[in-house]
Each structure stands twice: as structure tokens, then as C-alpha cells.
């Protein structure tokens, strides 16, 4: 059974306009939430993050929205910028399981230019 | 600059050999996993460990090992490749209890063909 779900396998966007992925758990109790991009050909890198404690956190164009009680999270990319195409997985942990993330199945953003 | 590396990054083999995928990190993080990547399935656990001597097995374990005699290294092998294991390897590492989100970072891959 998933407890981490990305349920849109691919995204395609246009340059400039703002870029949602959502991803979906099951388990209420995750702790912390991260998001990931991947580039073809090399190892997912961390973009952001966010606790359960909190329902926002920003970092530059990258925002992270948490809804706990809809058990939903999203990652907004504003403005895209083709550099953004790339594989983005959802992870999810919980504090105490030393560090041990579960991971959505991805989803491919394109951003066309 | 700290870094984690994998090696190879590309394998062919054939089945029935045993393989060993190598993973190398300069964090002097306690925790290493590996994962494997596949179409339609994202990132899946093998094994991880949490220090010099733990080794636990992840979601997706068989037909896999792993072994940490020291915090930097945590080696990947199969013991009797299969095809089903062509896949690309993924090893990451984080601190334990380094903060609120306990990061992974991850490695190059490696991208193993079992024929």
C-alpha cells in the first residue's frame, strides 16, 4: 500500500507560469516532508522542505503548502523556467524512524520554453 | 567539498555473477541506504544502516546484501544477479538527528544491466 502518492505522472508547463505538483499520504503520522528533483542521469537533490508543524515554507521560486488535515502537499514553482524540467519525487519521514524517507513515484515536469 | 560517490556508474553483467556495487561518502554521516529506480516505481528501499556494524533490510531486499565495517562506505552486492535486477542503483547518506527534516543526499547512481 502507497503511503506516499504522486498521482500525476507527468506535468508539462509553459515558461514564466507557475508550476503545481501535489503528492498525497495516508500515514498521519510523517513528521516532515521533502521534495526532490532529478535530472536525468544523475542522483535526486534536495530542494525543500517542510515539518507538520508548520503549512508554508518558501525558498526563492520553490514554495512547499501543507495540508494536514486534507493529508496533501504541494510544491509551486513561480516563474517556471525550462532549467526546471526534471523528475520531482515527494518524500515523506517521521522524526524517531532515524531518517528513513518514503518516496512518491515521481512526477516529470517539462517546462517549454 | 564533502561528497558521496558511487562506483561504477555503468555495469553489464551477466546472470548468475555475483556483483558489487560500491558507495562512498565524506560526510562522516551514520546513515546509508540504497535504493533502486524503476519505471513505474520510483525509489524503492534495499538495505540501510545506521552505523559501523547495522545493516537492516529495506522494502525490496532480496537477493541483495550489504555490509559496514566503517562509516564512509557501504557496499551494495548481489549475490546471484537476475535479470529483474537491471535497474539503476541509488546510495544516499544523512546525519542522524542532524535537524527537523533528516535529509538524504544521494549519489550519481549506477546503472547496472543484468543480461
Known amino acids: 500500500d502507497q503511503q506516499v502518492k504522486q498521482n500525476s505522472p507527468s506535468l508539462s508547463v509553459q515558461e514564466g507560469r507557475i508550476s503545481i505538483l501535489n503528492c498525497d499520504y495516508t500515514n498521519s503520522m510523517f513528521d516532515y516532508f521533502l521534495w526532490y528533483k532529478k535530472y536525468p542521469a544523475e542522483g535526486p537533490t534536495f530542494l525543500i522542505s517542510i515539518s507538520s508543524i508548520k503549512d508554508k515554507n518558501e525558498d526563492g521560486r520553490f514554495t512547499v503548502f501543507l495540508n494536514k488535515s486534507a493529508k496533501h502537499l504541494s510544491l509551486h514553482i513561480v516563474p517556471s523556467q525550462p532549467g526546471d524540467s526534471a523528475v520531482y519525487f515527494c518524500a515523506a519521514g517521521r522524526w524517531g524512524s532515524q531518517g528513513n524517507l518514503i518516496f512518491g513515484k515521481g512526477t516529470k515536469l517539462s517546462v517549454k520554453p | 567539498d564533502a561528497e558521496i560517490t558511487q562506483s561504477p556508474r555503468h555495469k553489464i553483467t551477466e546472470t548468475g555473477r555475483q556483483v558489487t556495487l560500491a558507495c562512498h561518502q565524506t560526510w562522516n554521516h551514520n546513515n546509508m541506504f540504497w535504493y533502486r529506480q524503476d519505471l513505474g516505481h520510483g525509489l524503492r528501499l534495499i538495505h540501510y544502516s545506521y552505523g559501523v556494524q547495522d545493516t537492516n533490510k529495506g522494502e525490496v531486499s532480496d537477493g541483495y546484501s550489504v555490509s559496514r565495517s566503517n562509516t564512509e562506505d557501504l557496499p551494495l552486492t548481489l549475490e546471484s544477479a537476475a535479470s529483474s535486477q537491471t535497474s539503476v542503483y541509488f546510495c544516499?547518506?544523512?546525519?542522524?538527528?542532524?535537524?527537523?527534516?533528516?535529509?538524504?543526499?544521494f549519489g550519481p547512481g549506477t546503472r547496472l544491466t543484468v543480461l
Open positions: 544516499a547518506s544523512s546525519l542522524q538527528g542532524g535537524g527537523s527534516t533528516d535529509t538524504q543526499y
